[in-house]
């Protein structure tokens, strides 16, 4: 006997369904490209795979919905049709082998992601390191005492080739600071830091932000966004890699982080508009560290996607709390 299947439930099918086929295409042809030459998949031919991201954004429209996470309250509802779990198992297939072969991409290429994974990571910062003020284009070899750090990261713009600039935030606790930062996530991380100020000055904590970009693109980023925190520049990652801060593929391209990144595509959220020649590695990962007056790490949060920041408040409640490094 047939099914009795709402219209509703025909939809969710019909979508999950578009979204299965085209994520197998995708992840298909990346696979043949990677056979033939992994050194020409990678960085070129693999932003295709970004595609994803658009497929996605169409499923949830297709449903009525804006987040993966309500989706999955959709097809919760209709799992006790055979063709729904059919095509949920599907898809849940679909994303272990796209993780899969993105991390057999990070392991082959020995990112730095996955050399500087378990590997030491710095719990003191010199207050002579030396960076470049992003605004001044001076050198700045004292850091504020009491720091907080954000480091920035590049990240896809909204489909394939398409991305913006991001990075990572330095904290420094001793001085007020005021603004938002780069890329669309980075952005949307400084800009509630900046609504939460009240916060931040309770503890003295001031933040910088950190990129690795150049000067002329990160005062595009810094113009566009209306950031007021100061910015500076470590072009070499010499602080990124200190912190254990890579590159990854997987961690940027998986299949969550793209059906994420569709949320926003479904929003309509604009990213920086920053010229395709600063876009440099937005593969590179960021994070959040708070150091103290003499420089120690009290607080650290390397981010796992680009997405991936620490809430504003907590962030707060860890400075005013902790006397040993933390991570969170």
């Not at 056979?35 to 429209?61: H, R």
């Not at 520049?233 to 998986?254: Q, T």
């Not at 595509?265 to 150091?291: A, C, S």
Request: some cysteine; charged content about 25%; hydrophobic content about 35%.
């Amino acid at each position: 006997m047939a099914e009795d299947i709402s219209e509703a439930e025909d939809t969710l099918i019909y979508g999950l369904t578009g979204l299965n086929t085209m994520g197998r295409i995708l992840l298909e042809n990346g696979k043949q490209e990677a056979a033939g030459s992994i050194e020409d998949f990678v960085p070129n031919k693999i932003t295709t795979l970004f595609g994803l991201m658009t497929c996605a954004a169409n499923f949830y429209n297709s449903i009525g919905v804006k987040k993966r996470i309500d989706a999955e309250d959709v097809w919760k509802k209709s799992y006790h049709h055979a063709k729904v779990q059919e095509q949920v198992e599907e898809l849940l297939q679909l994303e272990e082998e796209w993780d899969a072969f993105l991390d057999r991409i990070d392991t082959e290429l020995k990112t730095s992601d996955k050399r500087l994974t378990g590997g030491p990571t710095s719990q003191n910062l010199s207050a002579d390191t030396p960076l470049t003020d992003a605004r001044s284009g001076e050198t700045r070899r004292k850091l504020q005492r009491k720091s907080c750090l954000l480091f920035k990261q590049k990240l896809p713009k909204q489909t394939l080739c398409c991305e913006c600039d991001s990075g990572n935030v330095l904290w420094e606790r001793g001085e007020s600071a005021a603004g938002p930062d780069p890329t669309l996530w980075m952005t949307t991380h400084v800009a509630e830091l900046a609504t939460q100020q009240g916060l931040l000055d309770s503890q003295s904590a001031r933040v910088l932000v950190v990129s690795f970009g150049c000067r002329e693109g990160a005062q595009i980023w810094l113009d566009q966004t209306g950031c007021k925190y100061d910015m500076l520049l470590d072009p070499e990652r010499k602080i990124y890699k200190a912190f254990g801060l890579g590159s990854s593929y997987s961690n940027v391209m998986n299949f969550d982080s793209l059906l994420q990144y569709a949320e926003y595509v479904v929003l309509g959220q604009e990213f920086p508009d920053i010229p395709p020649r600063f876009l440099e590695d937005f593969y590179q990962m960021g994070g959040d560290f708070v150091l103290d007056e003499g420089g120690t790490v009290i607080l650290s949060h390397p981010c796992k996607n680009p997405m991936d920041r620490p809430e504003v408040a907590q962030m707060v409640a860890t400075i005013s709390s902790v006397g040993r490094p933390t991570s969170f």
